[in-house]
Protein backbone atom coordinates (compact mmCIF):
# COMPACT_ATOMS: atom_id res chain seq x y z
CA UNK A 1 0.00 0.00 0.00
CA UNK A 2 2.54 2.22 0.87
CA UNK A 3 4.81 1.34 -2.23
CA UNK A 4 1.38 2.24 -4.17
CA UNK A 5 0.53 5.54 -2.66
CA UNK A 6 4.32 6.50 -3.32
CA UNK A 7 5.54 5.25 -6.80
CA UNK A 8 1.88 5.04 -8.05
CA UNK A 9 -0.69 2.83 -9.46
CA UNK A 10 2.00 0.45 -12.04
CA UNK A 11 -1.03 -1.57 -13.63
CA UNK A 12 0.44 -0.82 -17.09
CA UNK A 13 3.17 -2.70 -16.45
CA UNK A 14 0.75 -6.02 -15.77
CA UNK A 15 -0.15 -7.28 -19.05
CA UNK A 16 3.45 -7.66 -19.91
CA UNK A 17 4.33 -9.63 -17.12
CA UNK A 18 2.43 -13.20 -16.86
CA UNK A 19 2.76 -15.90 -13.96
CA UNK A 20 5.70 -17.94 -15.88
CA UNK A 21 7.79 -14.41 -16.17
CA UNK A 22 7.32 -14.44 -12.32
CA UNK A 23 8.40 -17.51 -11.77
CA UNK A 24 11.36 -17.13 -13.27
CA UNK A 25 12.52 -14.17 -12.02
CA UNK A 26 11.79 -15.17 -8.39
CA UNK A 27 14.05 -18.39 -9.35
CA UNK A 28 16.80 -16.13 -10.84
CA UNK A 29 16.44 -13.77 -7.31
CA UNK A 30 16.92 -16.72 -4.63
CA UNK A 31 19.59 -18.30 -6.82
CA UNK A 32 21.59 -15.10 -6.79
CA UNK A 33 20.88 -14.80 -2.56
CA UNK A 34 22.00 -18.10 -2.10
CA UNK A 35 25.11 -17.36 -4.30
CA UNK A 36 25.88 -15.08 -1.52
CA UNK A 37 24.66 -17.12 1.70
CA UNK A 38 21.58 -14.67 2.34
CA UNK A 39 20.13 -16.67 5.00
CA UNK A 40 17.87 -13.45 6.73
CA UNK A 41 14.63 -12.06 5.89
CA UNK A 42 15.30 -8.86 3.86
CA UNK A 43 14.17 -6.40 1.24
CA UNK A 44 16.00 -6.32 -1.92
CA UNK A 45 15.34 -5.13 -5.93
CA UNK A 46 15.51 -7.29 -9.13
CA UNK A 47 16.09 -5.72 -12.51
CA UNK A 48 15.19 -6.70 -15.61
CA UNK A 49 17.61 -5.60 -18.56
CA UNK A 50 16.22 -7.15 -21.18
CA UNK A 51 15.21 -4.28 -23.64
CA UNK A 52 11.72 -5.57 -23.98
CA UNK A 53 10.84 -5.62 -20.56
CA UNK A 54 13.17 -2.59 -18.31
CA UNK A 55 11.71 -3.32 -15.14
CA UNK A 56 12.24 -3.08 -11.63
CA UNK A 57 10.68 -5.00 -8.70
CA UNK A 58 10.72 -4.05 -5.24
CA UNK A 59 10.61 -7.65 -3.29
CA UNK A 60 11.24 -9.19 0.09
CA UNK A 61 12.98 -12.52 0.98
CA UNK A 62 11.71 -14.76 2.98
CA UNK A 63 14.56 -16.92 4.28
CA UNK A 64 12.60 -19.29 6.00
CA UNK A 65 11.02 -20.77 3.14
CA UNK A 66 13.53 -19.59 0.40
CA UNK A 67 10.88 -17.37 -0.91
CA UNK A 68 10.55 -14.11 -2.98
CA UNK A 69 7.46 -11.86 -2.20
CA UNK A 70 6.53 -8.83 -4.26
CA UNK A 71 6.51 -5.41 -3.24
CA UNK A 72 5.93 -3.43 -6.56
CA UNK A 73 7.07 -2.51 -9.58
CA UNK A 74 8.52 0.23 -11.83
CA UNK A 75 10.11 0.80 -15.15
CA UNK A 76 14.11 1.42 -15.22
CA UNK A 77 16.18 2.16 -18.42
CA UNK A 78 19.19 0.58 -18.17
CA UNK A 79 22.58 0.23 -20.30
CA UNK A 80 22.14 0.88 -24.47
CA UNK A 81 25.48 -0.22 -25.62
CA UNK A 82 24.67 0.74 -29.45
CA UNK A 83 24.10 4.61 -28.38
CA UNK A 84 27.52 5.43 -28.20
CA UNK A 85 31.31 4.89 -27.23
CA UNK A 86 31.19 5.38 -23.30
CA UNK A 87 27.49 3.14 -23.28
CA UNK A 88 27.37 -0.69 -22.23
CA UNK A 89 25.01 -3.40 -21.25
CA UNK A 90 24.53 -2.98 -17.47
CA UNK A 91 26.03 -6.04 -15.86
CA UNK A 92 24.01 -9.23 -14.80
CA UNK A 93 24.68 -10.44 -11.05
CA UNK A 94 23.87 -9.31 -7.35
CA UNK A 95 25.06 -6.39 -6.24
CA UNK A 96 25.78 -4.81 -2.35
CA UNK A 97 24.94 -1.35 -1.26
CA UNK A 98 27.81 -1.52 0.87
CA UNK A 99 29.71 1.52 3.10
CA UNK A 100 32.86 0.25 0.71
CA UNK A 101 31.44 2.44 -2.01
CA UNK A 102 29.59 5.20 -0.37
CA UNK A 103 26.39 6.56 -1.66
CA UNK A 104 26.13 10.06 -2.35
CA UNK A 105 23.27 12.23 -3.37
CA UNK A 106 22.51 14.37 -6.77
CA UNK A 107 23.69 18.26 -7.43
CA UNK A 108 21.01 18.73 -9.21
CA UNK A 109 23.19 20.59 -11.80
CA UNK A 110 22.43 20.83 -15.60
CA UNK A 111 25.22 19.30 -17.96
CA UNK A 112 25.78 20.90 -21.57
CA UNK A 113 22.51 19.73 -22.98
CA UNK A 114 20.40 20.57 -19.70
CA UNK A 115 20.01 17.50 -18.02
CA UNK A 116 20.20 16.72 -14.83
CA UNK A 117 21.61 13.57 -14.72
CA UNK A 118 21.35 12.22 -11.69
CA UNK A 119 17.73 13.40 -11.07
CA UNK A 120 16.67 16.36 -8.68
CA UNK A 121 18.84 17.87 -6.39
CA UNK A 122 19.12 15.42 -3.40
CA UNK A 123 18.55 12.53 -5.20
CA UNK A 124 19.67 9.76 -4.12
CA UNK A 125 22.45 7.70 -5.78
CA UNK A 126 23.22 4.22 -4.96
CA UNK A 127 27.46 3.42 -5.89
CA UNK A 128 27.94 -0.41 -6.29
CA UNK A 129 31.55 -0.04 -7.00
CA UNK A 130 33.33 -1.10 -10.30
CA UNK A 131 31.57 -4.28 -12.07
CA UNK A 132 32.95 -5.94 -15.45
CA UNK A 133 30.42 -5.94 -18.37
CA UNK A 134 30.49 -6.14 -21.81
CA UNK A 135 30.38 -4.61 -25.25
CA UNK A 136 30.57 -5.89 -28.94
CA UNK A 137 33.24 -4.01 -30.66
CA UNK A 138 33.80 -4.79 -34.41
CA UNK A 139 32.24 -8.12 -33.93
CA UNK A 140 34.35 -8.89 -30.81
CA UNK A 141 33.05 -9.45 -27.28
CA UNK A 142 35.39 -7.25 -24.69
CA UNK A 143 35.20 -6.81 -21.18
CA UNK A 144 34.93 -3.28 -19.49
CA UNK A 145 35.03 -1.97 -16.10
CA UNK A 146 32.20 0.22 -15.37
CA UNK A 147 31.07 2.18 -11.96
CA UNK A 148 27.52 0.94 -11.05
CA UNK A 149 24.89 2.93 -9.81
CA UNK A 150 21.36 3.04 -9.25
CA UNK A 151 20.11 6.74 -9.65
CA UNK A 152 17.03 8.72 -10.50
CA UNK A 153 17.36 10.52 -14.07
CA UNK A 154 16.52 13.82 -15.08
CA UNK A 155 12.89 14.53 -14.39
CA UNK A 156 12.00 16.17 -17.95
CA UNK A 157 13.60 14.31 -20.08
CA UNK A 158 15.13 11.17 -18.76
CA UNK A 159 12.09 10.43 -16.71
CA UNK A 160 9.52 10.09 -19.47
CA UNK A 161 11.92 7.55 -21.66
CA UNK A 162 12.06 4.97 -18.80
CA UNK A 163 10.67 1.40 -19.92
CA UNK A 164 13.55 1.59 -22.51
CA UNK A 165 17.10 1.12 -22.52
CA UNK A 166 19.02 4.45 -22.45
CA UNK A 167 21.81 4.70 -19.89
CA UNK A 168 25.55 3.98 -20.55
CA UNK A 169 25.43 0.83 -18.11
CA UNK A 170 23.68 2.53 -14.64
CA UNK A 171 20.19 1.30 -13.76
CA UNK A 172 18.14 4.85 -13.94
CA UNK A 173 15.11 5.06 -11.92
CA UNK A 174 11.93 7.02 -11.48
CA UNK A 175 11.95 9.78 -8.92
CA UNK A 176 9.01 8.01 -7.14
CA UNK A 177 10.96 4.99 -6.70
CA UNK A 178 14.25 6.94 -5.77
CA UNK A 179 12.04 8.49 -3.02
CA UNK A 180 10.28 5.19 -1.60
CA UNK A 181 13.93 3.43 -1.19
CA UNK A 182 15.72 6.49 0.22
CA UNK A 183 13.02 7.22 2.84
CA UNK A 184 12.47 3.51 3.81
CA UNK A 185 15.74 2.35 3.60
CA UNK A 186 15.29 -0.95 1.65
CA UNK A 187 18.82 -1.50 0.87
CA UNK A 188 20.36 0.28 3.81
CA UNK A 189 21.14 -2.49 6.32
CA UNK A 190 24.93 -1.31 6.44
CA UNK A 191 24.31 2.17 7.10
CA UNK A 192 21.48 2.39 9.35
CA UNK A 193 23.93 0.08 11.62
CA UNK A 194 26.49 2.77 11.01
CA UNK A 195 24.53 5.43 11.84
CA UNK A 196 26.69 7.01 14.61
CA UNK A 197 29.15 7.64 11.90
CA UNK A 198 29.01 11.27 10.55
CA UNK A 199 29.27 11.02 6.81
CA UNK A 200 26.39 8.53 7.15
CA UNK A 201 24.46 10.76 9.52
CA UNK A 202 25.18 13.41 6.61
CA UNK A 203 23.83 10.86 3.61
CA UNK A 204 20.39 9.62 5.36
CA UNK A 205 17.19 11.43 5.43
CA UNK A 206 16.19 12.95 8.82
CA UNK A 207 13.07 11.86 7.89
CA UNK A 208 13.66 8.61 7.19
CA UNK A 209 10.94 5.57 8.03
CA UNK A 210 13.67 2.62 7.85
CA UNK A 211 11.71 -0.74 7.63
CA UNK A 212 12.52 -3.96 9.39
CA UNK A 213 14.68 -6.62 7.83
CA UNK A 214 16.34 -4.07 5.52
CA UNK A 215 18.59 -5.40 2.60
CA UNK A 216 21.78 -4.59 0.45
CA UNK A 217 20.99 -6.46 -2.63
CA UNK A 218 20.35 -4.98 -5.89
CA UNK A 219 20.05 -8.12 -8.38
CA UNK A 220 19.93 -7.83 -12.32
CA UNK A 221 19.06 -10.37 -14.52
CA UNK A 222 17.96 -10.83 -18.42
CA UNK A 223 14.69 -12.40 -19.00
CA UNK A 224 15.71 -12.75 -22.93
CA UNK A 225 18.21 -16.01 -21.75
CA UNK A 226 14.77 -17.24 -19.39
Given at each position: EEFRQIVGDKTGIDSMIDVNY???MFQDAIQRLKEVKATEDQYFVYVDRNFKKQFIFVCFFDSKNKKAIEIGRDRVSTGKPDKGKDYFLTPIGIFKNSLDNFSYRALGIKNSRGWRG??????????????????IIKGKKQEFLIRLLMHATDPNFGEPRLGNVDSKGCVRISAKLNNFLDRFGLLDKEYEENNSHKNVLWLLRKDREPV???GVYLIVGDSSGW
Open positions: RSHLGRKGSRVWDFGWQRTEKKQQ
